[in-house]
């Protein structure tokens, strides 16, 4: 975190929002005021898998939005889908049913 605050211009986070990662963001956020940079320059990506569905993938991105996240990455990735217009379609219909 220490790096990201001085260096960086944003944190991926590979794993699920939790209080791990609630205490990070906290680390992350003393850091960038140790470091005098305002905290809106520096993003936070998240990210979830479209196997969750799209209930649990609204719990996710309500999770994310809360801890602040600027992006987030959906892992179309071991979700059944077969040719690459699949994960075209799928992320055509996360878009319409999740709301980020």
């Known amino acids: 975190m220490q790096r990201i605050a001085r260096l960086g211009n944003g944190w991926i986070c590979t794993s699920p929002p939790n209080d791990r990662v609630r205490e990070i963001r906290g680390v992350l956020a003393h850091e960038l005021e140790r470091a005098r940079r305002d905290p809106s320059t520096v993003g936070i990506e998240g990210q979830m898998r479209l196997s969750s569905g799209p209930e649990e993938c609204?719990?996710?991105?309500?999770?994310?939005?809360?801890?602040?996240?600027?992006?987030i990455s959906l892992n179309t990735m071991n979700a059944?889908?077969?040719s690459?217009?699949?994960?075209?379609?799928?992320?055509?219909?996360?878009?319409?049913e999740v709301e980020i």
């Open 58 to 71: 609204q719990r996710v991105a309500n999770e994310w939005k809360a801890l602040g996240a600027t992006h």
């Open 84 to 96: 690459p217009q699949d994960h075209i379609d799928a992320i055509r219909v996360f878009k319409s």
């Open 80 to 82: 059944g889908l077969t």
